[in-house]
T-cell receptor, first 115, second 115 residues
Framework: EAGVTQFPSHSVIEKGQTVTLRCDPI?????LYWYRRVMGKEIKFLLHFVKESKQDESGMPNNRFLAERTGGTYSTLKVQPAELEDSGVYFCASSQDRGIGYGYTFGSGTRLTVV | GQQLNQSPQSMFIQEGEDVSMNCTSS?????WLWYKQEPGEGPVLLIA?????ELTSNGRLTAQFGITRKDSFLNISASIPSDVGIYFC???????????????FGQGTILTVHP
């Protein structure tokens, strides 16, 4: 089966611009998660979708970040306007159920650089 | 919020040596996970632990869920060059409620293996 796909793999934008990241989960996985790793630090939870609903968005840093999952398939994460501290690697993951038994399958990530 | 302290931050070892890394927390976690990330890829699950005191092996990897549920270690025996990567511990607070999708990650251990 195809894994979790993220697009783009890299993005370099200027401060103040808008960027949209996309994640295609494994087909049939209702649970979709967004995480972020700022350079050299831990991977931090952003939010969790169950189908098209936001189950937990407690990790979203501020209202410049907007995540959507229309139709319960792919998800987008928009950053508008981007700030320098938003630079990092954004990971998407998915799981079929609550992830008990095998954790979550992560995508390769989108490396975002804000200059 | 919850925080995981992972150590060591980095390790430089010779091929064939054994490796040990650990994570500690001030909070109790109900699930501990160990992931490996290789360059350009997302984290890949190595071992999942669900019970306090549980000791689980996956080939040359062995991990334990601490009795207090506040720590876990990962051992790699007889290291080989392909073990190179970043190893992350992750804890999940609960398998239920609204936050079951949230994993708390450690800062990662960078492993370098010299042939």
């Amino acid at each position: 089966e195809a894994g979790v796909t993220q697009f783009p793999s890299h993005s370099v934008i200027e401060k103040g611009q808008t960027v949209t990241l996309r994640c295609d989960p494994i087909s049939g996985h209702d649970n979709l998660y967004w995480y972020r790793r700022v350079m050299g630090k831990e991977i931090k939870f952003l939010l969790h979708f169950v189908k098209e609903s936001k189950q937990d968005e407690s990790g979203m840093p501020n209202n410049r970040f907007l995540a959507e999952r229309t139709g319960g398939t792919y998800s987008t994460l928009k950053v508008q306007p981007a700030e320098l501290e938003d630079s990092g690697v954004y990971f998407c993951a998915s799981s079929q159920d609550r992830g008990i038994g095998y954790g979550y399958t992560f995508g390769s990530g989108t490396r975002l650089t804000v200059v | 919020g919850q925080q995981l302290n992972q150590s060591p931050q980095s390790m430089f070892i010779q091929e064939g040596e054994d490796v040990s890394m650990n994570c500690t927390s001030s909070s109790i976690f109900n699930t501990w996970l160990w992931y490996k990330q290789e360059p350009g890829e997302g984290p890949v699950l190595l071992i999942a632990l669900y019970k306090a005191g549980e000791l689980t092996s996956n080939g040359r990897l062995t991990a334990q869920f601490g009795i207090t549920r506040k720590d876990s270690f990962l051992n790699i025996s007889a290291s080989i060059p392909s073990d190179v990567g970043i190893y992350f511990c992750a804890g999940r607070l609960t398998a239920g409620g609204t936050s079951y999708g949230k994993l708390t990650f450690g800062q990662g251990t960078i492993l370098t293996v010299h042939p």
